[in-house]
């Protein structure tokens, strides 16, 4: 059998049909995601509606040169990745090994320039909370409620896809049947959806009216 | 069918992506004033179509994966919708 190819499971007629189930799957639990993220999108849109003039003094106080630095690797990384499920399709573990290391790399510099970013807003004393700067208005706090709300559900899903990446990574390289064209796909897409949501909260929280 | 999905081609998206990011934090210095949000989610749009289409091969893919992919924008956009209902009609800083 070519490598990395999948075994086809019994209930499906081909291996064509097992594929477009394996993106099915994922769109769905994608479907999930955004609903999840979407409940924080919309208080964020409220919000900012109702208080758009602390919004956007709040956001003065952002990092966006470690924003934009943070979006550029995150969109790389999903380039990689997207290379890495070419390479599954056409049997080169290789390749698929070091592309997914690539991607691995790039996820814990995000991660690392996140925590960075993170730990200077804790010392300006703009962690929501008792220590939060003085003299600042609910809505300032708030802006930076959502901050740390939003790209923390978006860090975690970064550490999640870090997880299965490593785990793919592992497999490809040891010929494992369970790191397979249709797994490195299957973990791609769900990657890509991790940019993709990073996409928005960049402008959202770094980019408004500077 | 899948003869154009390559490495040049996915290479080609990447730059693109790179080009709408430089695009809109370059956007955002020249301070845009009302329209910089508006232009700002329009980029990120844009960005989303090319991740998705390229990248998550909707290009690809058939019309039922398409359909897939946008269930959960409808759920999203009712969610958006039947809110700001109710805030838009509230009256005070909503209505003006």
């Keep these: 059998m070519r490598e990395l190819s999948a075994p086809l499971a019994e209930q499906f007629e081909d291996t064509q049909q097992q594929e477009a189930a394996v993106h099915t799957g994922i769109w769905v639990f994608i479907a999930t995601e955004v609903m999840f993220f979407g409940g924080l999108f ?58 997914l290391a690539f991607t691995s790399v790039l996820g814990l510099a995000f991660l690392a320039l996140k925590g960075l970013e993170y730990s200077q807003h804790i010392s300006d004393h703009l962690l929501p909370g008792g220590s939060f700067q003085r003299g600042k208005s609910g809505p ?12 923390g559900l978006h860090a975690l899903h970064v550490i999640i896809g870090l997880g299965i990446i490593a785990w793919q990574f592992a497999g490809a390289l040891g010929g494992r049947a369970w790191a397979n064209e249709n797994s490195i796909t299957a973990t ?20 408004i009216q500077r | 069918m899948k003869a154009d999905r390559t490495i040049k081609r996915l290479a080609f998206v990447w730059l693109a992506l790179l080009g709408l990011l430089l695009a809109t934090w ?3 210095r020249l301070g845009l004033g009302r329209i910089g949000l508006p232009v700002a989610l329009a980029i990120a749009f844009a960005k989303l179509f090319l991740i998705a289409a390229y990248f998550m091969e909707l290009k690809w893919s058939s019309k039922s ?17 039947l809110t700001l209902t109710d805030y838009l009609t509230r009256g005070g800083s909503w209505s003006q």
Excluded: C
């Excluded at chain 1, 900012?48 to 966006?64: G, K, P, Q, W």
């Excluded at chain 1, 300032?140 to 790209?151: K, N, P």
């Excluded at chain 1, 791609?188 to 980019?207: M, Q, S």
């Design chain 1, 42 to 99: 919309l208080a964020y849109i409220v919000y900012r509606t109702t208080y758009s003039h602390a919004f956007t003094e709040a956001a003065r106080h952002s990092n966006v040169l470690i924003g934009t630095v943070n979006t550029a690797i995150l969109l790389t990384s999903s380039f990689t990745v997207a290379a890495a499920v070419l390479q599954a399709k056409v049997a080169k573990p290789k390749s698929v090994a070091m592309l």
């Design chain 1, 140 to 151: 300032f706090q708030m802006f930076w409620w959502l901050y740390f709300v939003m790209t």
């Design chain 1, 188 to 207: 791609a897409l769900y990657w890509h959806f991790v940019d993709a949501i990073w996409v928005f909260l960049y402008p959202l929280f770094y980019l």
């Design chain 2, 26 to 28: 370059a956007l955002s």
């Design chain 2, 65 to 81: 994966m398409w359909l897939m992919s946008g269930v959960g924008f409808v759920w999203l956009a009712i969610l958006i919708e």
